[in-house]
């Protein structure tokens, strides 16, 4: 199991209205893709702080994961709502099966 985490750090000029609609507009889009469980997504409490916004989700593998991130709801997810707001992001991909050799997931 893949735990897949993006951290956005947003242009100063989003409001706190369009930010809630990226929120919305992330449950929207990326529930549409099957092969997404467990989708989360917010907004920093500190409003100050560098990664105001984040989604994560969990996926069965590597190979999932791919075809998540090449899926036409995915692309235009990020190219639409994501990418006109963000400054910079910062994506993690954890491993959650312990004692798995992660290069065959």
Request: charged fraction near 30%; aromatic fraction near 8%; glycine fraction near 2%.
């Amino acid at each position: 199991m893949i735990h897949h985490c993006v951290l956005v750090e947003l242009k100063k000029d989003v409001l706190p209205d369009e930010l809630e609609n990226l929120i919305l507009e992330t449950r929207i889009n990326l529930l549409k893709i099957p092969e997404i469980q467990n989708l989360r997504t917010g907004k920093n409490l500190n409003i100050i702080a560098q990664w105001r916004y984040f989604f994560a989700f969990d996926c069965e593998s590597r190979a999932k994961l791919e075809m998540i991130r090449s899926h036409p709801v995915y692309v235009k997810f990020e190219q639409v709502h994501l990418a006109p707001h963000t400054v910079e992001s910062l994506t993690l991909d954890y491993e959650m099966d312990l004692g798995r050799d992660v290069r065959y997931s």
